[in-house]
């Protein structure tokens, strides 16, 4: 097999690699040469104390990594593949209490619990809630002053922010506190935040605070809502109050970021692709959420550990080394996708990965996501079918993060 061209020294999670582009042309040299490479990094970088991690690329591979978590373990160094070099390692091991870097049996427990949020039934129950806020959001940006405005913070960010306060029962005018506390989570990589390691720690605990107490009020005053579903009766299986805190603090990123930057690929796609939007605006085709997801992979990557020496790819990764899945790469794998440099909403099937590999940490709230898409997009080709561009996206700075921070547009 033909070693791939790789400059010296890249790496895939380099937030700077990152804040630029999603390195597609990389991925797509890797899956064709070497679809399992190791990816050296130097000192303590990721802040793993280790010599670097295994690159995987192939949608295969991905999903084989995702549904054996007896091998590929996502508590021994988390979920997340890159932290800052200076964060200690007892932060680390603290975010083992969240649902993501959990395994079995532990995560079968928690996620046994916590999927009652998303039956079916209660996300029918919120549908049209949610489509009249999506309307709103729409018409309200609408309405603003002057030639442009901010795509993201006016519109992406909001039915996410909302869809979560009405599933929780988080009361809409303490979302922003959500949406600062999240942002500040994930964008310590970002200079433009000037937001240090340490500031990301004390507002993810600040959210926990905050959902923690939540717990506490239900308990004390019990009522005909989800909260209380979740933590009532701690010893006949539901939350307690710590568990109830880390499980929201996942839905502040997991539910939020993700589903805001999905939402915010997608418009941008649109506009760059103004066939796919004369569609949409014309047929609404049902496949267009994800095609939209799978184009967005809002999550480049997560990791796993290996629990033992394994082989994988035709490479023998040893017990205790760190292995990237990298779904961007996945989402553009051709022996999986016709034509995967092309945005089609009418693309079916779509077996992308950007709810995950499956496995246990398949995404809890894809049927809220997909609905929360389907929404926004539709209230905008029914209020703003003219959108245009007024300005290229001003990408995030993160290791793991796809994430897009502005996008200036115009109804003129």
């Given amino acids: ?119 079916p039934r209660a996300i029918r129950a919120l549908e049209e809630r949610l489509r009249d806020r999506a309307h709103a959001i729409v018409e309200t940006a609408r309405a603003l002053p002057g030639d442009s405005f901010d795509f993201v913070t006016q519109v992406a960010c909001e039915l996410p922010l909302q869809a979560i306060a009405e599933l929780i029962g988080i009361p809409q005018d303490d979302r922003a506190k959500i949406f600062d506390w999240s942002n500040k989570m994930i964008s310590y990589d970002d200079p433009e935040y000037a937001i240090t390691e340490e500031v990301g720690q004390e507002s993810a605990m ?58 915010t690929h997608g418009m941008h796609a649109f506009l760059t692709h103004p066939d796919q939007w004369e569609k949409y605006t014309a047929e609404r085709p049902s496949t267009a959420a994800e095609e939209i997801v799978r184009w967005a992979t809002p999550v480049n990557a997560f990791q796993r550990t290996a629990t033992q020496d394994t082989e994988l790819g035709g490479k023998q990764i040893k017990k205790g080394d760190r292995v990237g899945i990298f779904y961007a790469a996945a989402n ?43 929404l926004i997009f539709n209230a905008i080709a029914d209020a703003m079918p003219n959108l245009r561009a007024a300005g290229d996206p001003r990408r995030l700075r993160s290791a793991w993060i796809n994430g897009v921070k502005e996008l200036q547009v115009t109804l003129s």
């Fill in 206 to 263: 600040e959210l926990i605070a905050y959902a923690m107490n939540m717990a506490a009020d239900r308990k004390q005053c019990p009522a005909k809502d989800i909260v209380t579903t979740l933590v009532s009766a701690e010893d006949e299986g539901n939350l307690n109050s710590d568990e109830f805190g880390f499980f929201v603090l996942m839905l502040a990123v997991a539910g939020n970021e993700t589903t805001r930057n999905a939402i």
């Fill in 332 to 374: 553009h794998d051709p022996d999986v996708f016709t034509n995967p440099d092309v945005f089609d909403i009418t693309r079916d099937p779509n077996p992308h990965l950007g709810f995950g590999g499956g496995g246990p940490h398949y995404c809890l709230g894809k049927s809220l996501a997909v609905l929360e898409i389907d």
């Fill in 1 to 119: 097999m033909q070693c791939p061209a790789l400059p010296d020294g890249f790496d895939f999670t380099d937030p700077d690699l990152l804040q630029s582009r999603v390195p597609l042309p990389e991925f797509a040299e890797l899956r064709r040469a070497e679809p399992v490479r190791w990816i050296p990094q130097s000192g303590n970088i990721a802040g793993f104390q280790d010599e670097g991690y295994w690159a995987v690329t192939r949608h295969a591979d991905v999903k084989y990594v995702s549904t054996h978590p007896e091998i590929f373990s996502s508590y021994l160094n988390t979920a997340i593949i890159r932290f800052n070099e200076h964060i200690e390692r007892d932060a680390i091991d603290a975010q083992r209490l969240i649902l993501l870097n959990m395994d079995p049996p532990e995560h079968t427990r928690v996620r046994g619990i916590v999927q009652r949020v998303f039956t």
